[in-house]
């Protein structure tokens, strides 16, 4: 099955809002495999100096991109504007 890459920024301001919103976000992941996506590693995104969140980033394994798009679609932080710019990306494992 292959890999997708997502790679998502927060919007200007957003920590308050990715904080408040975190246990659904974390649910909707726990849901994944429902949804046909298996996350296989990921987490938040940090500023240079580590002291606060700006985003997230996590390899998932989907049968095709439409699933990765409605799974992204479907979560919290993308549904209450928490994530200003997702990226998705088919991925090729070569380490690891």
Do not use: K
């Amino acid at each position: 099955m292959p890999l997708f890459a997502v790679h998502a920024l927060d919007a200007p301001n957003a920590l308050p809002r990715r904080l408040e919103l975190y246990a659904d976000h974390r649910t909707h992941r726990d849901e994944g495999e429902a949804a046909g996506v298996r996350i296989i590693f990921g987490g938040p995104l940090q500023s240079d100096d580590g002291s606060e969140m700006i985003g997230s980033c996590f390899i998932v394994e989907a049968p095709d991109r439409e699933t990765v798009d409605s799974f992204i679609a479907n979560d919290p932080f993308m549904r209450q504007g928490v994530w200003g710019e997702v990226c998705v990306s088919r991925f090729l494992r070569r380490l690891g």
